[in-house]
């Protein structure tokens, strides 16, 4: 272990981890969609590190726009006007494509889904908060009550309130119910969702929060019925709806916002990831135009040192110029076709896998031990022996970098990816599930 590694085991506490036989990496350079270790090992980072770094690594505009902020103005409270901070604001409530919309600016996912909470209850003036049993939305306290896995236990007893529904996951749907296309999965879940409003009392719920193409937890991509039957529930029952657009946001799902793909105006969007490719740490809540309007009367109690941090909204500015110059949404569209073909070739030829899921450059290995059964290939919220470390392991030996989230891994490279890169990536992928073959029926 090199000295950089033993300090850092020494002195730095890591993510989601027992610390004991940890060994993370020395990383030393970075470049497109790519990384190097100290060495020399290079990963193909097909999970853009946490389905962020969406421009992937070292893009010289971000880059000089960072240095340019820190020599003209590289921080002022948030009570202030700056040039960066008014373009920024302008820029992303353009891209949402949300007339009149405002926008608050934070630090991270988390920070975004705070204020929406507070936000919803403010605007609404009702205390309860649905959100998804398969969901992330962030583990400080609020965000963290409003996640749905095994996440959220630490944070238990929770915040009262915090309500879970059933979103669409037909792979997974009880097996008494049989949904025959997508139509009749979008009706099935607004059905027990409707009652569960019900149930709940709609007088007392201020909002529905959903990931608009759920993210770590499977990459759900939900039936169009079924995210405008959500809008109308919310119309009928005057409840803010909500999109956690801070993993599908920013052309990850082909368009800007993954929302804009099912015809449908959120209350509150909030974003983080890719809005700087986590350059600069930002993010955000879009607030519609009666939400923002309401503000205009009524006090905001939201509020953060760095709100709009000049430094984050600069790398902002540039990243969704780049976006733009490098034509990003058409080459998603490209290289997630290609992508989804990989994707389908692997689950025909690998029975370990029991479905694949994709949308643009966004999708997921689900992993079982048994196809006829679709008995996950490790327990819900446990991994008894090992078996997909073991997985992320062989990947990581072999160049291929991402991660897993209960049965399943993450396939979400960065946006610039082409055609030959997953080729070659893919080639890594597909001996290491030879292996994985041999564990399951």
């Known amino acids: 272990m090199s ?9 730095n506490l890591y993510s989601w981890s027992a610390q004991k036989n940890l060994a993370p990496a020395n990383i030393v350079d970075a470049k497109g969609i790519y990384f190097w270790d100290e060495t020399g090992k290079k990963y193909y980072d097909m999970s853009s590190q946490l389905v962020n770094v969406n421009l992937g690594h070292k ?30 604001a302008e820029m992303v409530v353009e891209a949402s494509g949300l007339k009149g919309a405002k926008v608050f600016f ?18 609404t003036g009702k205390w309860k908060i649905f959100s998804m049993y398969r969901c992330y939305h962030g583990a400080t306290y609020g965000s963290a009550n409003l996640t749905g896995e095994p996440r959220r236990y630490v944070n238990e007893p929770g915040i009262p309130g915090f309500i879970k529904y059933n979103g669409p ?7 008494h119910v049989k949904l025959r296309n997508e139509d009749e999965a979008a009706e099935y879940y607004l059905q027990t969702l409707e009652e569960q409003i019900l149930y709940e009392n709609p007088d007392a719920i201020a909002a529905i929060f959903m990931e608009t193409v759920v993210g770590s937890n499977g990459v759900l991509v939900p039936p169009k019925k079924w995210i405008q039957g959500v809008r109308a529930l919310c119309d009928k029952y005057n409840i803010c709806m909500v999109c956690d657009e801070v ?17 449908i105006e959120p209350d509150l969007v909030t974003f983080a990831k890719g809005s700087t490719c986590g350059y600069v740490p930002l993010g955000g809540v879009i607030a519609s135009k009666k939400i923002a309007d309401f503000f205009d009367e009524h006090q905001m109690m939201c509020g953060l040192t760095y709100s709009a941090h000049p430094m984050g909204c600069a790398a902002c500015v540039a990243t969704l110029n780049e976006y733009k110059r490098l034509k990003i949404e058409e080459n998603v569209k490209k290289s997630g076709k ?37 008995e996950p290939l490790v327990p819900y919220g446990r991994d008894p022996e090992g078996k997909m470390k073991k997985i992320i392991g062989m990947l ?10 209960e049965n399943m891994i993450h396939v979400s490279p960065p946006l610039i990816i082409t055609k030959k890169e997953l080729d070659e990536a893919f080639e890594i992928l597909d001996k290491v599930l030879d292996t994985v073959d041999t564990w399951v029926d």
């Open 106 to 123: 934070v630090n991270a996912g988390a920070e975004s889904n705070e204020n929406a909470i507070k936000m919803a209850k403010m605007y």
């Open 169 to 175: 996951y037909p792979y997974r749907a009880p097996k």
């Open 59 to 88: 893009n010289q505009a971000v880059i000089d726009a960072i240095k340019a902020q820190a020599d003209k103005l590289p921080f002022i409270a948030p009570s202030f006007s700056c040039d960066v901070r008014s373009q920024a």
């Open 3 to 11: 000295k950089v590694m033993e300090q850092g085991k020494k002195y």
């Open 396 to 405: 990581k030996e072999g160049g291929f970098y991402t991660y897993s989230h």
């Open 247 to 263: 993993m599908a946001g920013w052309y990850r799902t082909g368009s800007c916002f993954a929302f804009q793909q099912f015809g």
């Open 338 to 374: 290609h992508l989804g073909k990989k994707l389908e070739e692997m689950k025909k030829k690998h029975k370990c896998i029991g479905d694949v899921r994709y949308i643009g450059l966004f999708s997921i290995i689900e992993f079982v031990k048994n196809r006829e059964t679709r």
